[in-house]
């Protein structure tokens, strides 16, 4: 994990910007995953309340607080949902998008309050995590 405390900070800053700001931004996040990647909104379709969505954003937003801190849980996390999520449809290489879906939302949600070194931490964190995920999948024999 190459990233500096500085770069951590501004990350779990602009997460904390975009509750103030929109409160739970979990239908926002989901609209541009589904106009990006709309053969995954079929998958959802018996979620009607909207829970599991809004789980799996907070997990995976637990699981970026968790890369920042003492990453304790989220590489195994992401190692088993990984696996899960390719066995219901979502290969590898759409799987690690969902952060960067989070990511493009929050800087839309922050505007002109999202900064040039805000988007250079995200951009860090989102390669480990695609590398990690590259990784992974290449070890579990998976379709990248
Ligand atoms: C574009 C990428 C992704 C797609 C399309 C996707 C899709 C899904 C779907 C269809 C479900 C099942 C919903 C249901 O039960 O009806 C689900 C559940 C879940 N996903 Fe994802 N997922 C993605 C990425 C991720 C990532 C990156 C994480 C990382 C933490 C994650 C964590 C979870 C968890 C924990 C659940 C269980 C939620 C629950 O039912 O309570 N997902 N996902």
Request: contains cysteine; hydrophobic residues 45%.
């Amino acid at each position: 994990m190459s990233l500096t405390e500085e770069e951590k900070s501004l990350i779990e800053t602009s997460i904390e910007r975009v509750a103030d700001i929109a409160g739970d931004p979990a239908a926002q996040v989901y609209a541009r995953l589904f106009a990006e990647q709309p053969e995954m909104e079929p998958l959802f379709v018996l979620d009607r309340d909207g829970n599991a969505r809004g789980h799996m954003l907070a997990e995976a937003l637990d699981c970026v607080f968790d890369l920042l801190g003492p990453r304790a849980y989220a590489p195994t996390l992401i190692q088993s949902e990984l696996t899960n999520h390719d066995g219901f449809g979502v290969p590898p290489r759409v799987f690690a998008t969902f952060f960067r879906v989070v990511r493009d939302t929050f800087r839309d949600i922050l505007g002109d309050a999202w900064s040039t070194e805000m988007d250079a931490a995200w951009e860090a964190l989102l390669s480990d995590i695609d590398a990690f995920v590259e990784e992974q999948a290449k070890k579990y024999g998976m379709e990248v």
